[in-house]
């Protein structure tokens, strides 16, 4: 029974790892790509910021397809009696309001992106995680160690390395106005952001149902639903419906492409949110944040491919910090994974001699009795 159960752990442990590393490759998908794509839209005359804020979640729908795997997978074992989903009304309700929120740090990160460059949004963005520790430690008490600690500093100091030159890279023709704006709304989104991340792992914590990977999925689908219920009320007020096909017609890249545009954005950024939440339910909400830091010198370092963005000696010094921050929070991760597994097997040992000095005791007992 001991080697079945240690057999369950280990495979468990796999699966959460394969899970941790699947879920960091979409969010890094969704991480690169989507800022990229949203900056496409609007550089080549897409100017809809409720539009652009509504793909980020719009592609709720391909949620179905892995709940409904997971559904078939468990109708096997289990029966016709399986359910379909497993949420409880508190959970919906709590994951509806993250929903919400979610729906203004979708608009406010939309507007910035519209405002500034791919290269100055990430490094505004990058402030998301020190919002993301702070948020960490009063929400779910999160633990830091020395390594955390400073995985966090040297991230935060890329960022603010990389805004030495931010002047260098604003738009032609964009106003002082127009830059502080956009400035400060992503920074708005960043701090939300860093707020929502920690708020998912306490919903996790305060939920009243056991959190599998399932049910994951389904909380997302509630998130992105009511995100984008936010978004498409925006849209309504705005008559962004009405202006989509006459802004396609005068697309720069041609109509058929405005539409590839909005479909790719829409499924790649449903990679970024599902890859977040993943490693929020493997790890915790600030390794999600410091995945999403270290993705943002990437980021900028596409724009510079894809949009000709200039890379100045700042970028390069932050992507070099911002590496190692990672590196030094992983390692960090591993000593300490080590350290409690040899914890583990030493109080597994101390309790096996006590099993075996309690069946010993009894013998000895009887042998003392048959002594003359």
């Known amino acids: 029974m001991h080697m079945e159960a240690n057999h369950e752990e280990k495979r468990n442990a796999a699966l959460k790892r394969a899970l941790l590393i699947l879920s960091c490759v979409l969010l890094s998908i969704g991480a690169c790509g989507g800022p990229l794509i949203m900056r496409l839209y609007f550089i080549h005359g897409g100017k809809r910021v409720w539009l652009s804020s509504w793909l980020e979640t719009g592609g709720w729908p391909i949620i179905f397809i892995p709940i409904a795997l997971a559904y078939y997978h468990r109708r096997t074992t289990e029966g016709p009696s399986t359910k379909l989903f497993f949420m409880k009304l508190p959970l919906f309700i709590a994951s509806a309001v993250i929903g919400l929120l979610t729906g203004i740090d979708d608009y406010l990160y939309a507007y910035g992106v519209a405002r500034l460059p791919v290269s100055t949004a990430s490094l505004i963005t990058a402030a998301h995680l020190a919002f993301t520790a702070l948020f960490a430690f009063l929400l779910v008490k999160q633990k830091f160690t020395s390594y955390s600690i400073n995985c966090v500093f040297l991230l935060t100091i890329g960022a603010a390395v990389l805004g030495l030159n931010t002047s260098a890279d604003r738009p032609k023709g964009e106003s002082d106005k127009q830059y502080i704006a956009g400035f400060m709304m992503t920074l708005s989104a960043a701090a939300l952001y860093g707020f929502v991340l920690p708020l998912v792992e306490l919903t996790y914590k305060k939920a009243k149902q056991t959190i599998t990977y399932a049910l994951v999925l389904e909380v997302q689908l509630v998130m992105c639903l009511f995100a984008t219920i936010f978004c498409t009320v925006g ?9 989509i096909p006459r802004e ?23 990679g970024f949110f599902l890859g977040a939440i993943g490693i929020i339910f493997c790890a915790s909400s600030l ?11 990437v980021t900028e370092i596409l724009a510079v491919i894809f949009y000709h963005e ?22 960090g991760e591993r000593k300490y994974s080590k350290q409690k597994e040899s914890e583990m097997k030493n109080e597994k040992e101390k309790e096996k001699e006590v099993e075996i ?14 002594d003359p």
């Open 235 to 243: 849209m309504l007020i705005n008559n962004d419906f009405k202006v």
């Open 248 to 270: 396609a017609r005068n697309f720069e890249l041609g109509e058929s492409k405005y539409y590839v545009v909005l479909v790719f954005s829409a499924i790649v950024w449903q």
């Open 287 to 297: 390794l999600s944040g410091i995945v999403i830091a270290v993705l943002l010198p």
């Open 310 to 331: 200039k890379f100045q000696a700042e970028k390069g010094v932050a992507l070099a910090l911002s590496l190692w921050g990672f590196v030094s929070y992983f390692y």
């Open 357 to 370: 000095g309690k069946k010993d005791t009894p013998e000895t007992a009887e042998v003392s009795q048959l």
